[in-house]
């Protein structure tokens, strides 16, 4: 029906479809965008918007906020297994902006962009209602090194970079103010000073092994589903990849820990497919990587083992619009 | 005094400031950011921010909103000289936004991309409270193909590649609403549908006679005031370019045809200082452009003819700040 509300993919699709060209070689569904600039070289770009009303949970400051920007951005080039070597800034601030606001919002962006090594080269400001920090990485690869999202085969196994739980848990502490934040300081932490996993990214396509990759931005299930889609297989989950401190805030809150982990958002771990032949040589060098599950033939779906039971996932996660 | 307000370019210097390195060739002030990556090739960025309450008047669709943004991005490339090959689109989009909605920024954005020859390769979408477009352009060039900001020099003649004043004048007429906007359509036109003057920037950069430019998206007083200070020199304007349209519109109003075509804004042209003995071959090769004045030595201030007295002209323009 016109008029009626529908979701980020829709829109996503409904816009690219009017799109009259797009040549970029990795399509619109990928991590980040891909632009040749010679018979070996891309220029990979990403954009990624901050808006202060619906992504800035309280107890985070701007500089926070700043800072998470420049993850969010850095997430997707980590999962490309490319290194970001410059950001733009876009601003929108509002109206009546103090010069702490500003040096606060710089502040983030600045330690962002040292942590990452990458060089903020411009930008823009703009007034607005709300506060919009849009911020665009730019790297360069070369074609056979970047990790694609559809590459993933029957037979390969699913790693990711880290466990999952604690961003939803932290969020779930930072928005029920009862709760001391303090007590749940590993939790919050995730959500206040996100980690992007550029180095084993990049480790991860320098080894060769991986055959798809995808950042967990949008939360465990859904990126799952966004990677077992974009290469036609399923996947099936044999052990969701659950963080201990989630785990526990679960229990005192009676909360879903399967839930935590699956349905949270926010979270930049990589997942990642990798052909069984390389797996064990992979494994030595980066002994971090968790195994959670493996490829197998089919038409996008992903199916997880709840205990002796194999369960459908559901295709849910986070979207801005629902 | 901590807290209060100040304006855009305060906004960018204290961001600057901050920021620990930049690397960028052109520095922070120019039109665009340029990134080397290799010794005589460039990157070219660009990012521009359109947001609804404050950028789109009354009368404009949503499809010649998008389009705006992407001529606002596309007008910064053409005043260095360089095609914009590829965009970004960052979305920030009301939380019950419709199809119909998507489809005219999806319209706008497409027909521009394809007015200017470039592919839009990718985006975001994020929920707002606000619409947001934000445009992000590259392009690639060679270190000595780019016209600077700060290269004007004294002795330089001061050419625009348009009249001026039809823009505010058009933005009246919409702010206005008992006038009937069909019957002003050459004003109205170019605020709804600006042309950026990407053609021109190119043959101005590829002549080789420009010494500095700058585009006048800011209005046509506050750019030469940047080129002014950029390049540390005085402008001297011997005659203030207003389209004929403006003045009649301006003596059907009681308006001032000065104040409409200096401080207006959102009018795309270019500003571009030519070396003096190559403007003679020049005006040969490109007969539109339209000589207004002189460079002269200075601190960054700019003086304008108006009848027989030489007036300072005020250092004022669009901000959306103020």
């Known amino acids: 029906m016109p008029g009626t509300r529908f979701n980020e993919r829709e829109i996503i699709q409904l816009l690219t479809s009017r799109f009259s060209s797009n040549r970029s070689p990795l399509g619109f569904e990928d991590d980040v965008a891909a632009l040749p600039i ?8 990403k954009t990624d918007m901050l808006v202060g009303s619906t992504d800035i949970p309280p107890g985070m400051s701007l500089s926070q906020a700043a800072r998470k920007s420049v993850v969010a951005t850095v997430s997707d080039f980590a999962a490309k297994g490319v290194l970001p070597k410059a950001l733009l800034v876009s601003l929108g601030l509002k109206r009546k902006v103090s010069r702490t606001i500003v040096r606060q919002i710089a502040s983030g962006l600045d330690q962002a962009s040292r942590e990452y090594g990458c060089t903020i080269v411009g930008g823009d400001t703009n007034r607005a209602n709300d506060l919009v920090i849009d911020l665009i990485g730019i790297g360069f690869a070369s074609p056979r090194h970047v990790i694609r999202r ?24 930072l928005l029920s103010r009862r709760w001391n934040p303090a007590k749940f300081r590993s939790l919050t932490r995730s959500v206040l000073h996100p980690v992007a996993r550029l ?7 320098n080894s060769g092994a991986a055959t798809g990759s995808i950042d967990s931005s949008d939360g465990l299930a859904w990126s799952l589903y966004e990677l077992a889609r974009a ?6 989950i044999e052990k969701i990849p659950i963080a201990r401190d ?14 935590l ?14 052909s069984p032949k390389k797996y064990v040589p992979l494994t030595r060098k980066i002994p971090s990587l968790i ?5 197998e033939r089919g038409t996008g779906l992903v199916s997880a083992f ?4 194999l369960h459908w996932i559901e295709p849910r996660g986070w979207d801005h619009f629902s």
Chains 1, 2 share one sequence.
Request: aromatic letters at 6%; hydrophobic letters at 45%.
């Open 231 to 236: 290469s036609r297989v399923n996947i099936r």
């Open 150 to 173: 559809r590459g993933a085969k029957p037979g390969d196994i699913v790693v990711v970079t880290g466990e999952f739980g604690k961003t939803a848990a932290g969020l779930h502490v």
């Open 306 to 309: 709840v205990g002796n039971d």
């Open 291 to 295: 195994r959670i599950g493996k490829v």
């Open 261 to 274: 982990a699956l349905y949270g958002g926010e979270e930049y771990e990589i997942i990642a497919t990798i």
């Open 246 to 259: 989630a785990i526990e805030y679960a229990k005192l809150r009676q909360l879903d820990p399967n839930e």
């Open 199 to 205: 180095e084993l990214g990049v480790a991860l396509a």
């Open 38 to 45: 010679s018979r070996d070289r891309w220029a990979i770009l």
